[in-house]
């Protein structure tokens, strides 16, 4: 039997693109169950597609297990746009049956409020400087080139994968300041929304921090990584990473997992959208 959640994020796939782990998100979904979905931005890599980007069937049975989540689970599926497929700025907001597709939401469970998104607001250079962005976006796309050249010849080697670019951003001061000024805005944000936590991706890092009393979850990304947050009926969240899961039995290995809160008492889940007199904190990089 398939190992149930209440809800699972994930985020920052990037559909189109050759770094794209689209087989191995399909193969995790397959392995688990959930009620919610949340798929926070970056799933279709718009930029990419544009370019130099294909679109392959792997992709498209990423959408395919979706609709299977939907229809044989009842799953409900949230997904937000991100900055790689802000195209989806033309049909905000949109529902149909199990499917909803946001720019952002507002998460409660457990007695606990959650502002999600996917995190290119607080980007000064994505929002306001799109062509150092695309310039940035380049570079990256070299980076992930050399990545997968270097695994290829690890998995000959029979040695487990490395990231190379998540070697680079732990070794980069400008790196980590970034990446830390850039969680700090985001609890910035979630504290001026009266949320106890923010949950958030576009960085491509997998995260769990508390940050002046607020919790600051990232589920990371299917480029790198392989990650995604999951929540239980307890309301206890756990990144997930997709290389220390046993596919050989139904479930996880506990000793894998990351837990990231304590239990608390069971809280039926709702959804709303975030209210907008709310005005976002001053972006300070």
Known sequence: MKTQFKTIVISDIHLGTKGSKAKEVVRFLKKYRCENLILNGDIIDGWQLK?????????????????????????????????????????????????????????????????ILHGDVFDSITTNLRWVAYLGDIGYTFLLWLNRLINHYRRKKGLPYYSLSQYVKGKVKSAVSYIDKYEKELAI?????????????????????????????????????????????????????????????????????????????????????????????????
Not at 59 to 67: G, Q
Not at 221 to 238: P, R
Not at 245 to 266: A, M, Q, R, T
């Open 189 to 285: 944000m979630a504290k001026t929304k009266g949320c106890d936590g923010i949950i958030c991706g576009h960085i491509h890092k997998a995260e769990s921090r508390t940050i002046d009393g607020i919790e600051y979850l990232n589920s990371g990304d299917w480029v790198e990584t392989m990650s995604a947050l999951a929540e239980d009926y307890e309301g206890n969240w756990q990144l997930i990473y997709y290389n220390e899961i046993d596919f050989g039995n139904n479930g996880v290995d506990d000793s894998k997992i990351v837990p990231l809160h304590e239990k608390e008492s069971y809280a039926a889940v709702s959804f709303q959208k975030p209210n907008d007199d709310l005005e976002l904190p001053p972006f300070r990089f």
């Open 51 to 115: 370019k130099s980007g294909v679109w392959k069937r792997k992709h498209t049975r990423f959408f395919n297990r979706i609709l299977k989540m939907i229809d044989n689970d009842d799953t409900k599926v949230y997904y937000l746009r991100g900055n790689h497929d802000d195209f989806l700025d033309q049909v905000l907001p949109l529902k149909v049956g199990n499917l909803s597709i946001l720019k952002d939401m507002m998460y409660e469970s457990c007695g606990k409020k959650y502002y």
